[in-house]
């Protein structure tokens, strides 16, 4: 069995045809024939009654660390004004599980009554137009895989001039897959009536913050979504309930969650969140107003920073890749800083504006290894280098950070962020 790339990457099918034949064949496992061989007593949960049946499941107990982790950056001076990272480093799979979605509130998660609330659709149509979720819930629906990434995801990369040792949920945790379930918003605005005027639409949310984005029309029309469910079950508080706006592959921030009112206008509103945090300077001294769409970008997940490997041998590396502008084409994996490249394989469906996994085997040898990802979207962007980067904006943007993310190992198993 050889490597196809430099620093042990292996082909996959390779893999396989030098397991078939046996002798030569590598194994994941050294503890295989002892386990199966090995005598022992039957475990007490064989012998006594389990637990009785439960209205809604949760995750064994032993895996309770599995766990959203929180940022209040602001402390007791504004504990409403917070996130929270998807550990990613613990998840396998394409799609986040609804508690693991990670969390952006400008103003607090509102506690809404669902009977109470409202949305309006104003301004520029020729029916103003009011729903409650009931009227919402006779309307034809349809169910749509994507991911929401906030464009503040891999702030400490991008601003940090060393690369921080901590995980992927801090350093790229702003980012969730889920099925998303809801009415169209061309069905809504068409109910409406927009005039030909309506260029934009202002949506705003219930919460505190008030959150406000202007929305092109013509995204509304192509693929915006109001979303009711998530992962088939009612959205979260913690996303929206009872509603959220859903727009496949822009920024989070625009994906206004509690939404109450959209209002059909000929102009932006230029509102405070996207004319303060989400906009992004650049190197020059220009700032880029509305760079709505989420680059294409990738992580491995498996091995990843804060991780340790169990001494030499094969692994299967494993990560995630997305992109705003469709669907992932590409994602090549480098053992050895970038010399050399090889293809990972995609996990199927691979499905347009969603989380998509690549998998590798690799066979460590146990010397210094530096392992990158680097995925290409279907409109052929591929992901820039840190330098490349850093090269077009000011030093301090922190949005639409998505450059190749590296992982050193160390000799004694230790993985950690790298910049390469
Ligand atoms: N009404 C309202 N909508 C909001 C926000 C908010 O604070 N209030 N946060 C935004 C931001 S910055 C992001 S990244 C996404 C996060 O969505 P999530 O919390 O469901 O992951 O929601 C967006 N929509
Ligand atoms: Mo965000």
Redesign the pocket.
């Known amino acids: 069995m050889t490597a196809f790339a430099g620093g042990g990457l292996l082909n996959r099918r390779g893999l396989l045809k030098g397991a078939a034949l046996g002798g030569t064949a590598a194994t994941f496992s050294q503890g295989v024939f002892e386990v199966v061989h090995a005598e022992a007593e039957a475990p007490e949960w064989t012998t006594i009654p389990g637990e009785e049946v439960r209205g809604y499941g949760l995750p064994a107990p032993q895996e309770a660390e599995v766990k959203r982790t929180l940022f209040q950056i602001y402390e007791d001076l504004s504990p409403e004004f917070g996130?929270s990272g998807t550990p990613l480093q613990k998840l396998r799979g394409a799609m986040t599980p609804n508690g693991l979605?990670?969390?952006?509130?400008?103003?607090g998660r509102p506690e809404i009554d669902p009977e109470q609330h409202r949305l309006m659709i104003h301004g520029l149509v020729e029916r103003p137009l009011q729903f409650d979720l009931a009227s919402l819930d006779r309307y034809p629906m349809v169910s749509r895989v994507h991911f929401?990434?906030?464009?503040?995801?891999g702030f400490l990369n991008a601003v940090e001039s060393e690369p921080q040792d901590v995980g992927l949920d801090v350093l790229a945790g702003?980012v969730?897959n889920a099925e998303w379930t809801g009415v169209p918003l061309s069905i809504l605005m068409e109910e409406a009536g927009v005039k030909p005027e309506g260029k934009w639409v202002i949506a705003?949310?219930?919460?505190a913050?008030?959150?406000s984005r202007s929305i092109p029309i013509e995204k509304i029309m192509a693929d915006g979504m109001l979303a009711l469910h998530q992962n088939g079950e009612r959205i979260?508080p913690?996303?929206?309930y009872p509603m959220?706006?859903l727009l496949p592959g822009y920024?989070?921030?625009?994906?206004?969650?509690?939404?109450t009112s959209l209002q059909v206008t000929s102009q932006p509103a230029y509102t405070r969140?996207e004319s303060g945090?989400?906009s992004d300077p650049l190197a020059d001294g220009n700032v880029v107003r509305f760079s709505f769409t989420m680059g294409v970008k990738s992580v491995i997940t498996h091995p990843s920073g804060t991780m340790t490997m169990n001494g030499p041998g094969l692994y299967g590396i494993s990560g995630l890749a997305w992109s705003g502008g469709g669907a992932i084409e590409r994602v090549e994996v480098s053992a050895d800083g970038g010399t050399s490249w090889a293809d990972a394989d995609l996990q199927q469906p691979v499905l347009s504006k969603s989380l998509t996994r690549f998998t590798i085997p690799w066979r460590w040898d146990g010397s210094p290894a530096r392992l990158l990802s680097r995925a290409t979207d279907s409109e052929g962007h591929t992901q820039p280098t840190r330098a490349d980067w850093k090269a077009r904006y000011h030093p301090s943007n922190i949005n639409h950070y998505n450059a190749i993310q590296a992982w050193d190992v160390t000799p004694d198993g230790k993985v950690a962020n790298a910049y390469a």
């Open positions: 996130f979605h990670f969390e952006v509130h400008h103003g929401i990434e906030c464009a503040g995801n702003l969730s705003i949310g219930a919460d913050a008030g959150l979260r913690e996303q929206g959220r706006i920024e989070g921030n625009m994906n206004v969650k509690w939404v969140d945090a989400y």
